[in-house]
């Protein structure tokens, strides 16, 4: 999950937006960000599929997510 964690970072960080702001552009509750964060919730297909079509430079990061090739990634690519 650490690549999916980076590129919703990256996706923050490029778009300048708050956890809160992101979880409203996805048509999610904010909390759920905070649950990816501490590791108490994973990325729901619905989830990665809202973020995927938001936010169209994140699609491989999903991808590998949804692969189970997330975590033998070095680098995220958003």
Not at 34 to 40: A, M, V
């Amino acid at each position: 999950m650490e690549s999916i964690l980076k590129a919703i970072d990256q996706v923050e960080i490029i778009y300048r937006l708050s956890d809160s702001t992101f979880a409203t552009r996805l048509g999610v509750d904010r909390s759920l960000i905070s649950q990816f964060r501490s590791g108490k919730a994973e990325p729901g297909v619905k989830f990665l599929r809202a973020f995927a079509r938001e936010f169209p430079e994140a699609q491989l990061s999903v991808f590998q997510y949804l692969a189970g090739n997330d975590e033998s990634q070095e680098k995220t690519n958003v």
